[in-house]
Nanobody
Framework: QVQLVESGGGLVQAGGSLRLSCAAS????????MAWYRQAPGKQREFVAQ???????DYADSVKGRFTISRDNAKNTVYMQMNSLKPEDTAVYYC???????????????WGQGTQVTVSS
Protein backbone atom coordinates (compact mmCIF):
# COMPACT_ATOMS: atom_id res chain seq x y z
CA GLN A 1 0.00 0.00 0.00
CA VAL A 2 1.46 3.34 -1.06
CA GLN A 3 0.46 6.44 0.88
CA LEU A 4 1.34 10.09 0.43
CA VAL A 5 1.62 12.27 3.51
CA GLU A 6 1.78 16.04 3.25
CA SER A 7 2.99 18.62 5.71
CA GLY A 8 3.91 22.28 5.89
CA GLY A 9 0.68 24.19 5.32
CA GLY A 10 -0.49 26.99 7.55
CA LEU A 11 -1.45 30.63 7.90
CA VAL A 12 0.91 33.32 6.64
CA GLN A 13 0.69 37.01 5.81
CA ALA A 14 0.92 38.24 2.26
CA GLY A 15 4.55 38.39 1.18
CA GLY A 16 5.51 35.55 3.47
CA SER A 17 6.82 32.07 2.73
CA LEU A 18 5.88 28.47 3.37
CA ARG A 19 7.46 25.15 2.46
CA LEU A 20 5.31 22.13 1.67
CA SER A 21 6.52 18.54 1.78
CA CYS A 22 4.97 15.30 0.58
CA ALA A 23 6.49 11.89 1.22
CA ALA A 24 5.48 8.50 -0.15
CA SER A 25 5.54 5.51 2.17
CA UNK A 26 5.29 1.84 1.39
CA UNK A 27 7.51 -0.53 -0.52
CA UNK A 28 8.24 -1.93 -3.96
CA UNK A 29 7.26 1.09 -6.01
CA UNK A 30 8.85 3.50 -8.48
CA UNK A 31 7.92 7.17 -8.72
CA UNK A 32 7.98 9.03 -12.00
CA UNK A 33 6.67 12.61 -11.99
CA MET A 34 5.77 14.45 -8.80
CA ALA A 35 3.40 17.41 -8.83
CA TRP A 36 1.43 19.87 -6.75
CA TYR A 37 -2.15 20.93 -7.38
CA ARG A 38 -4.38 23.27 -5.44
CA GLN A 39 -8.08 23.86 -4.98
CA ALA A 40 -9.55 27.11 -3.72
CA PRO A 41 -13.09 27.29 -2.31
CA GLY A 42 -15.66 27.14 -5.09
CA LYS A 43 -13.05 26.48 -7.76
CA GLN A 44 -11.74 23.45 -9.61
CA ARG A 45 -8.48 21.82 -8.69
CA GLU A 46 -5.66 23.37 -10.72
CA PHE A 47 -2.10 22.48 -11.62
CA VAL A 48 0.63 24.34 -9.75
CA ALA A 49 3.97 22.67 -10.49
CA GLN A 50 5.53 19.40 -11.61
CA UNK A 51 9.00 17.88 -11.54
CA UNK A 52 10.20 14.88 -13.52
CA UNK A 53 12.33 12.11 -12.09
CA UNK A 54 15.29 13.75 -13.79
CA UNK A 55 14.60 17.10 -12.14
CA UNK A 56 12.96 19.08 -14.94
CA UNK A 57 10.38 21.46 -13.46
CA ASP A 58 7.32 23.11 -14.90
CA TYR A 59 5.08 25.74 -13.32
CA ALA A 60 1.72 27.38 -13.74
CA ASP A 61 2.12 30.95 -14.94
CA SER A 62 0.51 32.25 -11.75
CA VAL A 63 3.36 30.92 -9.56
CA LYS A 64 6.40 31.25 -11.82
CA GLY A 65 9.22 33.09 -10.12
CA ARG A 66 7.63 32.67 -6.68
CA PHE A 67 7.34 28.89 -6.14
CA THR A 68 10.11 26.33 -6.49
CA ILE A 69 9.49 22.59 -6.69
CA SER A 70 12.23 20.10 -5.83
CA ARG A 71 12.51 16.42 -5.01
CA ASP A 72 14.65 13.96 -3.11
CA ASN A 73 14.42 10.62 -4.87
CA ALA A 74 16.19 8.79 -2.06
CA LYS A 75 13.48 9.96 0.37
CA ASN A 76 10.55 9.64 -2.08
CA THR A 77 9.72 13.23 -1.20
CA VAL A 78 8.72 16.34 -3.09
CA TYR A 79 8.98 19.87 -1.74
CA MET A 80 7.57 23.19 -2.78
CA GLN A 81 9.06 26.41 -1.52
CA MET A 82 6.45 29.16 -1.79
CA ASN A 83 7.70 32.74 -1.54
CA SER A 84 6.00 36.11 -1.98
CA LEU A 85 2.68 34.51 -1.16
CA LYS A 86 -0.50 36.32 -2.17
CA PRO A 87 -4.07 36.02 -0.83
CA GLU A 88 -5.04 34.38 -4.12
CA ASP A 89 -2.66 31.51 -3.29
CA THR A 90 -5.07 30.48 -0.51
CA ALA A 91 -6.19 26.92 -1.22
CA VAL A 92 -5.87 23.31 -0.20
CA TYR A 93 -2.67 21.99 -1.76
CA TYR A 94 -2.45 18.38 -2.91
CA CYS A 95 0.60 16.41 -3.96
CA UNK A 96 0.30 13.96 -6.83
CA UNK A 97 2.75 11.20 -7.73
CA UNK A 98 2.81 8.94 -10.79
CA UNK A 99 3.71 5.56 -9.29
CA UNK A 100 4.06 2.05 -10.58
CA UNK A 101 4.60 -1.05 -8.55
CA UNK A 102 7.79 -2.99 -9.18
CA UNK A 103 7.34 -5.71 -11.84
CA UNK A 104 4.43 -3.81 -13.40
CA UNK A 105 4.46 -1.30 -16.26
CA UNK A 106 1.41 0.87 -15.60
CA UNK A 107 1.72 4.14 -13.71
CA UNK A 108 -1.23 5.38 -11.75
CA UNK A 109 -1.91 8.61 -9.88
CA UNK A 110 -1.64 8.80 -6.10
CA TRP A 111 -2.84 11.83 -4.14
CA GLY A 112 -2.00 13.28 -0.77
CA GLN A 113 -4.67 14.19 1.75
CA GLY A 114 -4.28 17.90 1.17
CA THR A 115 -2.85 20.66 3.33
CA GLN A 116 -4.43 24.07 3.86
CA VAL A 117 -2.51 27.19 2.91
CA THR A 118 -4.10 30.48 3.95
CA VAL A 119 -2.56 33.82 3.01
CA SER A 120 -3.96 36.85 4.79
CA SER A 121 -3.87 40.33 3.29
Amino acid sequence: QVQLVESGGGLVQAGGSLRLSCAASGSDFIINAMAWYRQAPGKQREFVAQITRGGIADYADSVKGRFTISRDNAKNTVYMQMNSLKPEDTAVYYCNFAIRRVLTSIYRDYWGQGTQVTVSS
